[in-house]
């Protein structure tokens, strides 16, 4: 059964360009989040989908990010006009569709964005 | 959310049991305590969780008292390997969860 998949591992841009991070839940998993983490600190929630509906969207910026999580193939976080400041790590993690406190959320290794 | 504190960074030889503790002085009826590790440039992995008294797995222990209002993960015997960052957090039902800045564990041979 394979992990949470993102692609790409390692995205370069420059500032203006967009960027498309890419997330494959496990198997049966129909829960996705998206985190961020800036170097040397703690992930930062920014969505929570499930299949065709943004659930908690309350950590992503209110301009120029979006996630969608379509019925058919991979969550998309797009980020347009990239700036510098968007550079950091970007973590999926899926978790099965129960609701209960003790699902667990499964992590993907991340995208790593450089904005220059 | 509950908020968690636990310490900066922590060091320890090959060998030694590990123990490290988050307080969690406003954690509700409903949150349990998950514990994650993450190694450098990759996601956080899922270590142990636990709602009262004692949970053990094959990777660690954890203790939880009974006001809960703190927690300990033990981790036995260290190896080189366990060198990464763990992370506490509280998780409701249905939650997105809340890292903090975790404890940096330094395992020295």
């Known amino acids: 059964n394979a992990g949470v998949m993102q692609n790409p591992r390692h995205l370069v841009r420059r500032r203006g360009q967009e960027a498309r991070l890419r997330c494959s839940p496990m198997k049966g998993h129909s829960h996705v989040y998206w985190y961020r983490q800036l170097p040397e600190e703690g992930l930062k929630f920014m969505v929570y989908l499930q299949k065709e509906n943004i659930i908690d969207e309350s950590g992503m910026p209110k301009e120029r990010f979006s996630a969608e999580f379509p019925k058919e193939g991979p969550s998309i976080l797009r980020i347009q006009q990239v700036v510098r400041g968007d550079s950091a790590a970007y973590f999926c993690?899926?978790?099965?569709?129960?609701?209960?406190?003790?699902?667990?959320?499964?992590f993907g290794p991340g995208t790593r964005l450089l904005v220059l | 959310l509950a908020k968690t504190t636990q310490p900066i960074s922590m060091d320890s030889y090959e060998g030694q049991e590990v123990n490290i503790t988050c307080s969690h002085n406003?954690?509700?009826?409903?949150?349990?305590i998950t514990w994650y590790q993450q190694f450098p440039s990759q996601g956080p992995r899922f270590i142990i969780q636990?709602?009262?008294t004692k949970v053990t797995n094959e990777v660690a222990s954890l203790f939880i008292p009974a006001d809960r209002k703190s927690s300990t993960l033990s981790l036995p015997r260290v190896s080189l390997s366990d060198t990464a960052v763990y992370y506490c957090l509280v998780k409701a039902a249905g939650n997105k969860l809340t890292f903090g800045g975790g404890t940096r564990v330094l395992v020295k041979p």
């Open positions: 636990g709602y009262k």
């Open positions: 993690a899926s978790s099965p569709a129960s609701e209960r406190p003790t699902e667990t959320q499964y």
């Open positions: 406003n954690i509700a009826t409903n949150d349990y």
